[in-house]
Nanobody, 126 residues
Framework: QVQLVESGGGLVQAGGSLRLSCAASGRTFSSYAMGWFRQAPGKEREFVAAISWSGGRMYYADFVKGRFTISRDNAKNTVYLQMNSLKPEDTAVYYC???????????????????WGQGTQVTVSS
């Protein structure tokens, strides 16, 4: 059974930083792309960042480019999202997800992922 467990969310002031972690189990982690999505109250879930199964390619939503960095440690079955220069509009529940196909191209839509974590709340105060 695939499980994804996020951690690292919290309350931070605007301009601050947080690092989210997502530990995966139940699948050969190093063979799957990983993604981060977020959902704010009253809004649809949106793509934030993704990383290829090898870690060689990263993709970002325009609104986080230059501020967020996705990375992975295949030895620890963990993907990270380093978030710097946080803004109040970054407030949301952040979810990690694992790609639906082994060693396939990264996709930036939720349909490309078949298992999701429970989410971690990130709140940025102004």
């Amino acid at each position: 059974q695939v499980q994804l467990v996020e951690s690292g969310g919290g309350l931070v002031q605007a301009g601050g930083s947080l690092r989210l972690s997502c530990a995966a189990s139940g699948r050969t982690f190093s063979s799957y792309a990983m993604g981060w999505f977020r959902q704010a109250p009253g809004k649809e879930r949106e793509f934030v960042a993704a990383i290829s199964w090898s870690g060689g390619r990263m993709y970002y939503a325009d609104f986080v480019k230059g501020r967020f960095t996705i990375s992975r440690d295949n030895a620890k079955n963990t993907v990270y999202l380093q978030m710097n220069s946080l803004k109040p509009e970054d407030t949301a529940v952040y979810y990690c997800a694992i790609g639906a196909g082994s060693k396939t191209a990264v996709v930036t839509t939720p349909s490309g992922y078949d298992y999701w974590g429970q989410g971690t709340q990130v709140t940025v105060s102004s």
